[in-house]
């Protein structure tokens, strides 16, 4: 008799630990009644023998068919969840239940333990948090001054929250509205000024490392887009960078402010020199629309995103691809750097939230439902599990918005910390304040609310 496995569910979305799927307890069984005919002892078609660890292990004539810690790139697990009839496994038969599928997928992630009492192939990694020192500038607190009057257009309603950052280096946070940028403290959600963006919406919003610059890029769709560089402290405009023929979805500013990257609809990353405006480089890899870049906080990667799931590392200087990130199923709608450059977040339409291993592209935290649908108080809309938005606070902790309507806080190891509902609308926007206990979000009414939280 097979021996049963306890399914954790946990209300946040992230088991504390898989139980402990072995090949030779719970595989073998699901191996012996689907597979065996025609990759056992007697037989092994693709010269693949699925009849003991060893073999499994070793793989057929296409290669290794099992990579621990990595069910999604694992050609086993592809191939009896592939959605295709025609080349799923086994053949011309019924898929396998969904119990059995996520018993080979727990065993897969584990690390393809031969017994109970077996190591985990996956090698441990240390993904520890270690605050990077930052030099003083010993100039102000980069907070506004006084800025150019200006009187934000009227609309008939609030519009939905599509960007907001928090300033690294002064309590401060920047919120999107119809042509223009508000500034708010971020200890008490007063608002301490506004920015004039004429040229339409304002769709990503980033802070320089120094928080004395405020990268904005946006546009109108169909119409035009572009980056803006603003003086935080005076309001001036510092420079504009593209000249697109729709809005921009992505963008950034590197961490010396030499570059400056950005992407949308026309599928390609463009890089462009801030010293002359001239274009440096493209990133043409992508097949579909960019939703996300990032540089490192150290600036030797660039991080961007597209609608189909992809994500890709480049080298910031020279274009050169570095790594090619592939667990996301659907778009991918956020990309954030932990502050020490060792840690790469995604969250995607799929409802996975990642933690990557910048060094060599391995996902050392998967969380596959970060944001279950679940009806939060006050929330009426459909319910889906999706990640919207993303962003790490000063500790390595990680604040999200997701489509469930709440916004969540984790630790630096990807536990979760609280469960904060949006009431009445989807949080589009997470931010976390300099102090790390102010957390912030902005939803698609409009609305920009903030929360207090004790330190973990």
């Given at each position: 008799?097979?021996?049963?496995?306890?399914?954790?569910?946990?209300?946040?979305?992230?088991?504390?630990?898989?139980?402990?799927?072995?090949?030779?307890?719970?595989?073998?069984?699901?191996?012996?009644?689907?597979?065996?005919?025609?990759?056992?002892?007697?037989?092994?078609?693709?010269?693949?023998?699925?009849?003991?660890?060893?073999?499994?292990?070793?793989?057929?004539?296409?290669?290794?068919?099992?990579?621990?810690?990595?069910?999604?790139?694992?050609?086993?697990?592809?191939?009896?969840?592939?959605?295709?009839?025609?080349?799923?496994?086994?053949?011309?038969?019924?898929?396998?239940?969904?119990?059995?599928?996520?018993?080979?997928?727990?065993?897969?992630?584990?690390?393809?333990?031969?017994?109970?009492?077996?190591?985990?192939?996956?090698?441990?990694?240390?993904?520890?948090?270690?605050?990077?020192?930052?030099?003083?500038?010993?100039?102000?607190?980069?907070?506004?001054?006084?800025?150019?009057?200006?009187?934000?257009?009227?609309?008939?309603?609030?519009?939905?929250?599509?960007?907001?950052?928090?300033?690294?280096?002064?309590?401060?946070?920047?919120?999107?509205?119809?042509?223009?940028?508000?500034?708010?403290?971020?200890?008490?959600?007063?608002?301490?000024?506004?920015?004039?963006?004429?040229?339409?919406?304002?769709?990503?919003?980033?802070?320089?490392?120094?928080?004395?610059?405020?990268?904005?890029?946006?546009?109108?769709?169909?119409?035009?887009?572009?980056?803006?560089?603003?003086?935080?402290?005076?309001?001036?405009?510092?420079?504009?960078?593209?000249?697109?023929?729709?809005?921009?979805?992505?963008?950034?500013?590197?961490?010396?402010?030499?570059?400056?990257?950005?992407?949308?609809?026309?599928?390609?990353?463009?890089?462009?020199?801030?010293?002359?405006?001239?274009?440096?480089?493209?990133?043409?890899?992508?097949?579909?629309?960019?939703?996300?870049?990032?540089?490192?906080?150290?600036?030797?990667?660039l991080a961007s995103a597209d609608r189909s799931g992809a994500i890709h590392l480049w080298d910031p200087v020279n274009g050169g691809i570095?790594?090619?990130?592939?667990?996301?199923?659907?778009?991918?709608?956020?990309?954030?750097?932990?502050?020490?450059?060792?840690?790469?977040?995604?969250?995607?339409?799929?409802?996975?939230?990642?933690?990557?291993?910048?060094?060599?592209?391995?996902?050392?935290?998967?969380?596959?439902?970060?944001?279950?649908?679940?009806?939060?108080?006050?929330?009426?809309?459909?319910?889906?599990?999706?990640?919207?938005?993303?962003?790490?606070?000063?500790?390595?902790?990680?604040?999200?918005?997701?489509?469930?309507?709440?916004?969540?806080?984790?630790?630096?190891?990807?536990?979760?910390?609280?469960?904060?509902?949006?009431?009445?609308?989807?949080?589009?926007?997470?931010?976390?304040?300099?102090?790390?206990?102010?957390?912030?979000?902005?939803?698609?009414?409009?609305?920009?609310?903030?929360?207090?939280?004790?330190?973990?």
């Amino acid at each position: 008799m097979r021996p049963a496995i306890p399914f954790l569910l946990v209300a946040s979305g992230l088991c504390a630990a898989e139980p402990v799927v072995s090949y030779e307890e719970h595989i073998r069984p699901i191996f012996r009644e689907h597979c065996l005919k025609c990759h056992g002892e007697d037989e092994q078609k693709g010269d693949l023998n699925l009849s003991n660890q060893a073999t499994v292990l070793k793989g057929g004539s296409g290669g290794v068919v099992v990579v621990a810690g990595r069910a999604s790139t694992s050609l086993l697990y592809q191939a009896i969840t592939n959605a295709d009839d025609a080349e799923r496994m086994p053949p011309k038969k019924a898929p396998l239940p969904a119990a059995q599928v996520e018993l080979i997928r727990q065993w897969i992630q584990g690390g393809l333990r031969e017994a109970t009492g077996s190591k985990s192939l996956v090698s441990a990694r240390d993904t520890s948090f270690k605050p990077a020192v930052m030099a003083a500038d010993g100039g102000p607190v980069p907070m506004p001054g006084k800025l150019p009057e200006f009187v934000p257009p009227a609309t008939k309603r609030l519009l939905p929250v599509v960007a907001m950052a928090a300033s690294p280096r002064a309590p401060l946070v920047a919120v999107a509205g119809h042509e223009h940028i508000r500034l708010l403290d971020a200890a008490t959600a007063e608002s301490v000024g506004t920015l004039a963006y004429p040229e339409g919406q304002p769709n990503v919003i980033r802070f320089s490392g120094d928080g004395r610059v405020l990268m904005v890029a946006g546009g109108k769709p169909v119409q035009s887009g572009s980056v803006a560089l603003i003086d935080v402290m005076s309001g001036r405009r510092l420079a504009t960078f593209g000249d697109e023929t729709d809005a921009v979805q992505a963008a950034d500013l590197s961490p010396d402010q030499t570059l400056v990257a950005l992407g949308g609809s026309g599928k390609v990353v463009k890089v462009y020199g801030t010293a002359d405006g001239k274009l440096r480089y493209k990133l043409t890899k992508h097949t579909d629309w960019i939703t996300a870049v990032a540089f490192s906080p150290d600036g030797k990667s660039l991080a961007s995103a597209d609608r189909s799931g992809a994500i890709h590392l480049w080298d910031p200087v020279n274009g050169g691809i570095l790594l090619t990130l592939a667990e996301h199923k659907a778009a991918v709608r956020a990309l954030g750097w932990r502050s020490d450059s060792r840690l790469l977040a995604s969250g995607g339409e799929d409802g996975q939230l990642i933690w990557w291993d910048a060094r060599d592209g391995w996902p050392t935290i998967t969380n596959t439902s970060a944001h279950p649908p679940a009806r939060p108080a006050g929330y009426h809309g459909k319910l889906q599990n999706g990640v919207l938005s993303l962003a790490f606070g000063p500790k390595g902790e990680l604040v999200s918005g997701g489509r469930d309507g709440f916004v969540r806080l984790w630790s630096s190891e990807g536990r979760a910390l609280k469960a904060l509902p949006s009431e009445g609308a989807l949080p589009l926007q997470t931010s976390i304040a300099l102090d790390g206990r102010s957390l912030f979000m902005g939803d698609a009414s409009g609305r920009v609310r903030s929360w207090s939280v004790a330190p973990e």
